[in-house]
């Protein structure tokens, strides 16, 4: 079992269920009191916040990777990032380190291969839907990435920002989000991509009638296998 890297605290809610699901994963696979081999680096979130709010990704790229960096020299065999968001920087870690970097966007558009669909609805912040590294990565595997309109993703990203990286879960967001999502729907989305960590702990495939790919597993499993490849 190689150690993995994570690049987490974005928010920590996220985070904490990554490790969750990798350690439970590799339990399964192991047995006994087997857990990951994790090396940690979590963020303050409002300094991440603040970056993306100033639009300052190359900043934001800099310090990533640097700490991608500092995770490689303390034994980290593979790099996990544990936000869609931050993906936005994902060539900027990856060519800074030499151990394999577990893209969430590729493992994502695998996990709907497989299902055999081809077209998706995207949730996730304003920069995930609307910027093009996160659906141009979907679609370079063949999908086409539908996104909700202007009013809804607002509603999106203001949950996302205002309820859900900060503990708080309402009732009336998973009913608006259940709305957007049967909206999707009826434009031809065959399933719909949770395209931000925290959007799992406020809807779950149980809630939706779509095929729900839950990106914070997805990711988890493609990096315990990566770690046992």
Known sequence: MKTIGLLGGMSWESSVHYEELINTDVRGRLGGVHSADLIIR????????????????????????????????????????????????SDEIESSVDVPFVHLADATAMAVRAAGLTTVGLLGTRFTMEQTFYRERLESHGLEVLIPDEDERTIVHNVIYDELVQGELNRDSREQFLDIIDRLGSRGAQGVIAGCTEIELLVTEDDVFLPFFATTRIHAEAAVEAAFS
């Open 42 to 89: 979590s963020y303050d979130f409002a300094m991440i916040e603040r970056l993306q709010g100033e639009d300052n990704w190359e900043e934001a790229g800099r310090v990533l990777a640097q700490d991608a960096q500092r995770l490689v020299a303390a034994g980290a065999e593979l790099i996990v990032l544990c936000t869609n968001t931050m993906h936005r920087v």
